[in-house]
């Protein structure tokens, strides 16, 4: 079983951005789909965005398009989000998970993911 741990939230002023990472272990990314998946007070928890093993096709929510990448660093093992234009409506605890596919194609969380990380709190306020 993969392991994932994520860093990079923190508290940002609306507009602001932010790089989540999440370190892979026990694993090599090539081998997994991995996503990042947010989970605000009171919600369902939803995909942000999705890149694919091999061929590293992306996903996005329509939320974030347009102000989130996702990239991947095959070197260091590690998925990276890249947060730009950040709103209010951002907060959550965003979580990174890796398994044998995206919300596309097997629905909602937990759909296509196997292992999860712990999370990392990403707080936009003024």
């Not at 790089?19 to 009171?42: D, K, M, N």
């Not at 759909?111 to 936009?124: A, E, I, N, P, S």
Request: proline share 3%; net charge negative.
């Amino acid at each position: 079983q993969g392991q994932l741990v994520e860093s990079g939230g923190g508290l940002v002023q609306p507009g602001g951005s932010l790089r989540l990472s999440c370190a892979a272990s026990r694993f090599t990314l090539e081998h997994y789909v991995i996503g990042w998946f947010r989970q605000a007070p009171g919600q369902e928890r939803e995909e942000v965005s999705c890149i694919g093993n091999s061929d590293e096709t992306t996903h996005y929510a329509d939320s974030v398009k347009g102000r989130f990448t996702i990239s991947r660093d095959l070197a260091n093992n590690t998925i990276y989000l890249h947060m730009n234009a950040l709103k209010a409506e951002d907060t959550a605890v965003y979580y990174c998970a890796g398994g044998r596919g995206c919300s596309a194609d097997f629905g909602a969380p937990p759909g296509g993911m196997d292992f999860w990380g712990k999370g990392t709190l990403v707080t936009v306020s003024s």
